[in-house]
Nanobody, 122 residues
Framework: QLGESGGGLVQSGESLTLSCAAS????????MAWFRRAPGKDREFVGG???????YYPDSVKGRFTISRDSSVSMLYLRMNALKPEDTAVYYC??????????????????WGQGTQVTVSS
């Protein structure tokens, strides 16, 4: 199972780090990702890390968001800098089977957390 934490209310320009605890899922043998769903919108891919350690970010967050992991405690993190009001969403971590490339589509991920709310005020 996956469980996110660390969401909250921040002001525009501030930073926040989300955590995802992976119980029973060796994160270095899977591709892991973060998605988000803003009100009224589809769930959106915001970054992923392959089992190999390769990372990928879409242009919307590249340079601001960074994914890291600590396999010793089965934790995945999403560091978000320079937050904007449009980053407001429920953020989810997800796990997919080991794959050479980082998939950006929800259907590739079979495990999901319950989500954590991030609200960025202007």
């Amino acid at each position: 199972q996956l469980g996110e934490s660390g969401g909250g209310l921040v002001q525009s320009g501030e930073s926040l780090t989300l955590s995802c605890a992976a119980s029973g899922l060796p994160i270095t043998t899977r591709n892991m990702a973060w998605f988000r769903r803003a009100p009224g919108k589809d769930r959106e891919f915001v970054g992923g890390i392959a089992w190999s350690g390769d990372e990928y970010y879409p242009d919307s967050v590249k340079g601001r968001f960074t994914i890291s992991r600590d396999s010793s405690v089965s934790m995945l993190y999403l560091r978000m800098n320079a937050l904007k009001p449009e980053d407001t969403a429920v953020y989810y971590c997800a796990a997919a089977p080991r794959h050479p490339s980082i998939q950006r589509f929800e259907s590739a991920y079979s495990y999901w957390g319950q989500g954590t709310q991030v609200t960025v005020s202007s």
